[in-house]
T-cell receptor
Framework: AQKITQTQPGMFVQEKEAVTLDCTYD???????LFWYKQPSSGEMIFLIY??????QNATEGRYSLNFQKARKSANLVISASQLGDSAMYFC?????????????FGGGTRLMVKP | DARVTQTPRHKVTEMGQEVTMRCQPI?????VFWYRQTMMQGLELLAY????????DSGMPKDRFSAEMPDATLATLKIQPSEPRDSAVYFC???????????FGPGTRLTVT
């Protein structure tokens, strides 16, 4: 069974608008971490934001925020005020357990394209 | 600005040849991961090490792949013999136990013809 599901293979957004990228996860662990990574066309994996399962507040990092709905097992990424440089692949990932030394399981990714 | 480094960045080789990819984790990170990215399978874990000891290599084809950490500053992933289906981007990532983030290297893009 898929542990991380990203249902949007591709999305368009108008520059300066906000966009939400969906991610649902499946785990029976109580302790886990959720991540979003950005992969631009250059290929590197850039860490964007992290949410721990015990964090009560939604994580925010600049223009990125993570809409964490634990009961629904969703961890959507919200990008506010989209920029052309936001065009990239975005991956949601989960780590079971809170130890950074545990492996990440990735979703299939969403390709975001920002229109000028 | 500490980074994970990987060499080579690109490798083109013929089927049957040996390929060795190297990774230098961030100094002080004690956990190292190897991931592979393909269009068909996405990002998948191949192996990982903690304090240089292999913890999980179940994602790796054992007959042709091997991963080692000869010392704390070097991780290697070897394919022998290589096959066209091994063509992919191979990422190394490192982490500290008490942190939460895995830091990815730039990847090695492998093409096997």
């Amino acid at each position: 069974a898929q542990k991380i599901t990203q249902t949007q293979p591709g999305m368009f957004v108008q520059e300066k608008e906000a966009v939400t990228l969906d991610c649902t996860y499946d785990t029976s662990d109580q302790s886990y971490g959720l991540f979003w990574y950005k992969q631009p066309s250059s290929g590197e994996m850039i860490f964007l934001i992290y949410q721990g399962s015990y964090d009560e507040q939604n994580a925010t990092e600049g223009r990125y925020s993570l809409n964490f709905q634990k009961a629904r097992k969703s961890a959507n990424l919200v990008i506010s005020a989209s920029q052309l440089g936001d065009s990239a692949m975005y991956f949601c990932a989960m780590r079971e357990g809170l130890d950074a030394g545990n492996m990440l399981t990735f979703g299939g990714g969403t390709r975001l394209m920002v229109k000028p | 600005d500490a980074r994970v480094t990987q060499t080579p960045r690109h490798k083109v080789t013929e089927m049957g040849q040996e390929v060795t990819m190297r990774c230098q984790p961030i100094l002080g990170h004690n956990t190292v991961f190897w991931y592979r990215q393909t269009m068909m399978q996405g990002l998948e874990l191949l192996a990982y090490f903690r304090n240089r000891a292999p913890l999980d290599d179940s994602g790796m084809p054992k007959d042709r792949f091997s991963a080692e950490m000869p010392d704390a500053t070097l991780a290697t992933l070897k394919i022998q013999p290589s096959e066209p289906r091994d063509s992919a981007v191979y990422f190394c990532a490192s982490a500290k136990d008490r942190g939460y983030e895995q830091y990815f290297g730039p990847g090695t893009r492998l093409t096997v013809t």
